[in-house]
């Protein structure tokens, strides 16, 4: 079973061994700040997109939003008699 008779097998070449080249901390630091920079750009994006949605009325507003947007919902001085 296994490897044919003669073959030569390897068991020193595992790839859970494998040794990996190491980053410098200074390709490191480069690589940090591109990856920061990318997730700051798509959460940039997705808060304007979510912006424009709200002011469009595509989407529903949590509390936070329809306090900002609409504070006279939160006016109880209206039911004061």
């Given at each position: 079973?296994?490897?044919?008779?003669?073959?030569?097998?390897?068991?020193?070449?595992?790839?859970?061994?494998?040794?990996?080249?190491?980053?410098?901390?200074?390709?490191?630091?480069r690589w940090k700040q591109q990856k920061d920079a990318e997730a700051e750009a798509r959460a940039a994006e997705a808060a304007r997109k979510r912006v424009e949605d709200i002011?469009?009325?595509?989407?529903?507003?949590?509390?936070?939003e329809l306090y900002q947007n609409e504070p006279w919902?939160?006016?109880?001085?209206r039911f004061d008699t």
């Amino acid at each position: 079973m296994g490897a044919p008779e003669g073959a030569a097998v390897d068991q020193h070449h595992d790839s859970a061994t494998a040794v990996t080249p190491q980053m410098s901390y200074a390709e490191f630091q480069r690589w940090k700040q591109q990856k920061d920079a990318e997730a700051e750009a798509r959460a940039a994006e997705a808060a304007r997109k979510r912006v424009e949605d709200i002011a469009a009325g595509r989407v529903r507003m949590n509390g936070r939003e329809l306090y900002q947007n609409e504070p006279w919902v939160f006016d109880d001085a209206r039911f004061d008699t």
